[in-house]
């Protein structure tokens, strides 16, 4: 397959299309992560869909003192890795292709689950991004567009526009992809010196130490309410090594599922580790959020969840997320 390279919407436009269109958009500096994404694309597209990749790094989203003069911009590789994952085009506009009046003086409201975490650290970025997509999705005109679940709070609220304003157009999330120590992957990594990078572990060692507190906990509701006696059910506790439920059986059966509290306090110890590391991990936020609008849960939360963290490593930032699920659906996905 030879991927076409687009530089304005009236080529893409002038494409013939057969299946349905998928849309994957990047802000290039792509890694397997946006390969994983455009390789979901295709097998959804299927042989007679299309797959396109837009490569622009948005000025809209960037905040004042943030990377956008260094932020990567490789785009002969780029097209190599879109190509191989199986991309039919890749558009790569111009500032002035999509933004051809200068900045837009309409732009796209993030509202208040835009305010709340990245949106609190880093003011307008939602707005700029949501604009920028919306002008995307016109531009693209895509049957389906797929996002990776790494920036959670982008995806809700991609969700909740397209919803909210009736974009016709079916989102797709995609799981974030990992390096083989855990760390998830991101264009910003390539900023980290392998000092830097062995504390940036502690993003995904907190997520996973949450993640491993609360499977423990479904795990000994589970155990406790299999058995029927207070009694029987302390030994049955006790016999797993449990001790301290143990000795409240009575209590850890009857408790509202899960323990959102323990969860945080189990990320978090990783991570005040990791503020005395060399360099240090400088800590934005740790936040356990319901997905729908990223507000933290309450302790007799149910339903799906999003434990999310953000933190800087020298002058490179990252975000990480697991999502969980409190209660009658299940244990920790």
């Given amino acids: 397959m030879t991927t076409t390279l687009l530089r304005t919407a009236a080529e893409l436009h002038a494409r013939t299309r057969a299946g349905r269109r998928a849309v994957v958009m990047t802000m290039g500096a792509l890694h397997e992560g946006h390969a994983t994404l455009v390789r979901t694309a295709r097998e959804i597209a299927g042989p007679d869909g299309e797959v396109v990749v837009t490569v622009f790094v948005n000025p809209l989203q960037f905040g004042a003192g943030e990377d956008l003069d260094r932020y990567p ?14 991309a039919d085009a890749v558009f790569a506009p111009s500032v002035e292709e999509v933004y051809p009046g200068g900045e837009p003086q309409v732009r796209v409201s993030a509202g208040p689950m835009g305010e709340r975490l990245e949106g609190a650290t880093r003011p307008g970025h939602f707005d700029g991004m949501l604009t920028v997509v919306a002008k995307l999705l016109h531009l693209t005109r895509p049957d389906v567009a797929f996002f990776g679940q790494k920036d959670a709070q982008q995806l809700a609220l991609i969700r909740r526009m397209v919803r909210d304003l009736n974009f016709g157009v079916e989102i797709v999330a995609v799981p974030t992809v990992r390096e083989a120590d855990g760390l998830a992957l991101s264009s910003r990594n390539r900023y980290l010196s392998a000092r830097e990078r062995r504390t940036a572990l502690a993003l995904s060692a907190a997520l996973f130490a949450g993640r491993d507190r609360h499977a423990a906990q479904e795990a000994l509701r589970a155990r406790a309410r299999e058995v029927p006696a207070t009694q029987a059910r302390a030994e049955a506790l006790s016999a797993i090594g449990e001790s301290r439920a143990a000795a409240d059986a009575h209590a ?17 110890q990783v991570l005040d580790e990791a503020v005395r590391l060399d360099p240090p991990l ?20 149910i339903g799906e969840a999003v434990l999310a963290v ?14 969980l699920t409190f209660g009658t659906l299940g244990a920790a996905s």
């Fill in 73 to 86: 911009r490789t785009l002969d590789a780029d097209l190599k890795i879109a190509e191989e994952a199986g």
């Fill in 310 to 323: 953000a933190a800087r490593v020298g002058t490179t930032r990252l975000i990480d997320n697991l999502p």
């Fill in 282 to 301: 400088v800590l934005d936020y740790l936040a356990l959020v319901d997905p729908s609008d990223f507000t933290e849960i309450a302790d007799d939360f």
């Fill in 252 to 268: 850890v059966a009857k408790a509202a599922p899960g323990n959102p509290a323990a969860v945080r306090a189990a990320a978090r």
